[in-house]
């Protein structure tokens, strides 16, 4: 079965003001059409896109949308017509065949989702018509044109139409044809193949699937697009922890500090525990295993390594991983020396090798009151937590 997506997005903006067209605005920094046909770019139901947009904007749509965004199921870009149903018809004309379903949304409905074109593709091909929306919330009443009251309608049986809407090929191109012989004009596609006799199935949308039309709207938008984001994060948590003996005839070095005291840390390394702590906290994050698994004590190739460096691998591991890292904190444990003034250095030096900002990393500095290998001054312990969050890219 062969479906081919029409978007149209002809509107000139005219009620959001301004210079710029709405379907071009940034949410988020990506224009709202190329969020919308972003959605149909990555859908599995959808063959080919027919993108219909104001003819002076034709070039300029493919340079500045279709490839920058990598739209490559764009296989048409048409000028529109006065009404959107205009419009769509252009965008229908040239679908062409072999084509079985047609699926039309707005441009300007950037929260629309795979789930929602797959079931909207599916209940045409089986029923002829399907069309996404959501029951009405709020008392819907019939007026007269000066805004006099006639009827109060039953809510329970109302629902917004929204867009996806989809059809079978051959029914659309009949209710557009009887549409354009009468000269009718309808706000939605549905409507017209309802003229025809058809039924057309309602599918349960999401009340977060506006149409952007209005600057009420686009701070709408904004909202939704942050929640958005939040949920395509999988929030994370790891904890470290690191000790090293204190041995003489080594450099002191925490937090790639080298901090003046008589005797360093005993380690194949640099022995620098601070950042081993914040290694294995990541890596736990990351559910990577620990710092030895990755660089073994074995290895000469990390003998007198500066741990720094080791860091920063870490922090390219978990990139790789689409993994963010929001917050450091660590406790590091000693009887001396005195540490509190270097542990701003201490956070800097680890905030600048995660490029992170450095009021995300916290350094404490804890005697242990006389207690344990580290009262006894035997050498160094750290604990250290760190927070991140994992982007979904598929959600």
Sequence with gaps: MKTVAII??????????????????????????????????????????ILVVPAGDLAAVRK?????????????????????????????????RPCDVVVVHDGVRPFVTGDMIARAVEAAARGGAAAIGVPAKDTIKAATDAQIVTATLPRQNLWQTQTPQAFQYDLLCRAYDLAARDRFYATDDASLVERLGASVRLLAGTYDNIKITTPEDRVIAEAFLVQQEKNKMTFLCGLGYDSHRFAPGRKLVLG????????????????????????????????????????????????????????????????????AIHHIDAT???????????APLMAANIAKTL?????????????????????????????????GAERDENG
Aim: one cysteine or more.
């Design 8 to 49: 149209p997005a002809g509107g000139s903006g005219r009620r959001l003001g301004g210079d710029v067209a709405k379907q071009y605005l940034l949410l988020g920094g990506m224009p709202v059409l190329a969020r919308t046909l972003a959605v149909f770019q990555k859908s599995a139901v959808i063959d080919g896109i």
């Design 64 to 96: 500045q949308v279709v490839e920058p965004y990598d739209l490559t199921k764009v296989s048409a870009v048409v000028a529109g017509g006065k009404e959107r149903q205009d419009s769509v018809r252009n965008g229908l004309a040239a679908v062409g």
């Design 256 to 323: 790639g500090v080298d901090i003046p005291f008589e005797r360093g840390l005993a380690g194949h390394s640099d022995a620098d525990a601070l950042v081993h702590a914040v290694c294995d906290a990541l890596l736990g994050m990351a559910a990577a295993g620990d710092i030895g698994r990755h660089f073994p004590d074995t290895d000469p190739a990390y003998r007198d390594i500066s741990s720094l460096l080791l860091l920063e691998r870490v922090g390219k591991m978990l990139a790789d991983r689409n993994i």
């Design 332 to 342: 590091v444990m000693t009887e001396k020396p005195k540490l509190s003034p270097y």
């Design 355 to 387: 490029r992170m900002p450095q009021s995300a990393v916290n350094i404490k500095a804890k005697t242990n009151e006389g207690m344990g290998f580290v009262g006894r001054g035997e050498g160094v312990a750290v604990e250290a937590v760190a927070t």
